[in-house]
């Protein structure tokens, strides 16, 4: 890596064992010449040690920066589609420490706007869900198409990589992360002779845009959540998504492409 680099900044939780297996990896760093930074912000390289969600915290904790790699350290035997390291193997982060013509990864990420006033960005999925044990009612619109209205229990949209998440659990695609899109899929949509949607998930071309009105019917407030964690404001109107122009930034190791991590993770 090359020499403007060299503060590196941990995000984990404190346990015990973990904290053991940190130290080493801190002399690790510090025998490479990395700083380990106790500030985010002066941080060039933060690594997220634990699972998926933690790299999710460690992403959206430090603002989704857009001049920082984020690393992913899995931590126990989770899975880890964003974790392309394993805590004991310290050869493997070794490597990538000294080689300096380590490639990276861009991840898309995407952009919901709610109630025309405030936008944040999500990593894995921007969810809108019923709070109430009646369903919603949502008009979708694809730039100035009205598409359908959806009636069920919500919509879950999807980036390529968090199209291995909430999205799988509900039949939607896995998404190759180097395709800028984005994929829409439903939560238990209510199809009869009143109510009709496509069904299938769908898949957006990243010039797209994809508005969510919410129907003011009584049951009009929907929970937001972004990756894990839940937007707040209660009066929700419409949501608009798209692309977004910035990426996630992380180093990729050699023989660890998106389908070999599917293909571990799930086959
Ligand atoms: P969680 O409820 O503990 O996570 C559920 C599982 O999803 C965990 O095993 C987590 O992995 C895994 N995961 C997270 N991102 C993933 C990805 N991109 N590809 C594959 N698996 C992934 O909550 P969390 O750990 O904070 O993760 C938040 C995510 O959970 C949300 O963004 C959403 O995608 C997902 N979620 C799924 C469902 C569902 O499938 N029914 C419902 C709610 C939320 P780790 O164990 O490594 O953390
Ligand atoms: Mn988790």
Request: a negative charge; aromatic letters at 8%.
């Amino acid at each position: 890596m090359s020499d403007q680099r060299r503060n590196l900044y941990f995000f984990y939780q404190q346990t015990e064992e973990l904290n053991d297996k940190l130290e080493s990896l801190f002399q690790l760093a510090r025998d490479n010449d990395f700083q380990v930074v106790e500030d985010s912000n002066k941080a060039n390289i933060i690594i997220a040690v634990g699972g998926d969600g933690t790299f999710l915290q460690a992403v959206r904790k430090t603002g989704f920066r857009q001049d920082c790699l984020y690393v992913g350290i899995r931590a126990g035997n989770e899975a880890g589609l964003y974790c392309d390291f394993d805590i004991d193997n310290h050869d493997e982060m070794i490597d990538a420490m000294k080689n300096s013509e380590i490639e990276v990864r861009r991840f898309p990420l995407i952009e919901t706007t709610i109630n025309n006033e405030s936008t944040f960005s999500s990593l894995n999925e921007c969810s809108v869900r019923s709070t109430l044990i009646k369903s919603i009612v949502v008009d979708v619109y694809i730039d100035d198409l009205h598409f359908e209205t959806f009636r069920g229990d919500g919509l879950i949209i999807a980036t390529p990589t968090g199209s291995t998440a909430y999205n799988k659990s509900i039949n939607g695609a896995v998404v190759d992360p180097k395709l800028p899109c984005f994929q829409i899929s439903e939560l238990a949509s209510l199809n009869n002779n009143r109510y009709r949607t496509l069904g299938s998930s769908f898949i957006l071309s990243g010039e797209r845009t994809l508005k969510l009105t919410v129907r003011q019917d009584g049951n009009d407030h929907p929970i937001i959540g972004m990756d894990n964690e839940a937007f707040s404001i209660r009066n929700i109107h419409d949501v608009t998504i798209k692309l977004s122009e910035n990426v996630i930034k992380t180093v990729k190791l050699k023989n660890n492409t998106y389908w070999d991590r599917v293909k571990r993770t799930f086959l």
